[in-house]
């Protein structure tokens, strides 16, 4: 069980657990040290923390994080911000656009707000250009819809509706 000792003395602060130690003048400056990571914060105008593998300095306008040991890297400047890990990334300008791809999965999300979102992978995909248009496929459908006055729903060799509205509606069957 590691001691821990924390002692306050009107806005002073000072802890230790372990090899760890913290100092700080609450609630805005604090200094951390320890064997694996130190951490200087002075708020509200930056945070760094660094150790042997990884780095993270932190502002109110950029910021990184990055380092093996965390498995991620991820920033933002300004509104633009990203995110990378061996396996999955994501992009975008908040609050507008966000993109996300997932390669295990093989799978890209894009929404660009208010007007576009789209879900793809190798099964199926989703694309929504809101409020009037969506469309859907997978390996045995596909649906498509233009409100008010299209819909089609194509279920590939089985059978197919589509209609145009005020014009007409068809639909077809497959015979065994």
Known sequence: MTDVH?????????????PMRTYGLMPVAFYRTGPAWTSATLLPVFHVAAGPERLRVLTPIA?????????????????????RSADRSGDGLFPLLWHFHDRPRQERTVLLLPLWYS???????????????????????R????????????????????VVLPFGWRHYTAED
Not at 123 to 136: C, D, K, N, T, Y
Not at 144 to 157: E, Q
Request: charged share 15%; with cysteine.
């Open 6 to 18: 924390t002692n306050i003395a009107g806005p002073f602060l000072y802890r230790r657990s372990g």
């Open 63 to 83: 910021g990184v994080s990055s380092g093996r040991g965390l498995g991620t890297t991820w920033g933002y400047a300004g509104p633009c911000w990203w995110q």
């Open 119 to 141: 879900r793809t992978s190798p099964e199926s995909s989703f694309h929504a250009g809101f409020p009037l248009v969506w469309h859907h496929r997978t390996i045995g459908t």
């Open 143 to 162: 649906s498509t819809v233009v409100l008010p006055i299209f819909f089609d729903v194509n279920r590939f060799h089985e059978e197919r509706t589509t």
